[in-house]
């Protein structure tokens, strides 16, 4: 069955960088377009970042352009979110799904951006 594992998270101060990955499996990787998304307290959950299959193309959210970059490594099987100059706004709980599968999603990793 399909399996997502995030990591990465942690306490940040802001101005600060942290990269999160995603491990999958139970599918072959390289043929499913994968996302990032957040949850923040009281909030909706919302993507902020996409890569398609073969990392033909990226986007972002308006809130993370410019500071966060997705990317992949289809031979592991993990998809990474790098995350430059962090904000209190970007405290979340963090996680990647296959953007095909809408129900599967990982147990998340908790993002903490603070002094």
């Known amino acids: 069955q399909v399996q997502l594992v995030e990591s990465g998270g942690g306490l940040v101060q802001p101005g600060g960088s942290l990269t999160l990955s995603c491990r999958a499996s139970?599918?072959?990787?390289?043929?499913?377009?994968m996302g990032w998304f957040r949850q923040a307290p009281g909030a909706e959950r919302e993507m902020v970042a996409s890569?398609?299959?073969?990392?033909?193309?990226?986007t972002y959210s308006d809130s993370v352009r410019g500071r966060f970059n997705i990317s992949r490594e289809d031979d592991k099987s993990t998809v990474y979110l790098q995350m430059n100059n962090l904000k209190s706004d970007d405290t979340a709980v963090y996680y990647c799904?296959?953007?095909?599968?809408?129900?599967?999603w990982g147990q998340g990793t908790r993002v903490t951006v603070s002094l």
């Open positions: 799904r296959r953007l095909d599968l809408k129900t599967v």
């Open positions: 139970g599918f072959v990787f390289s043929g499913y377009h």
């Open positions: 890569i398609m299959s073969g990392a033909r193309a990226r």
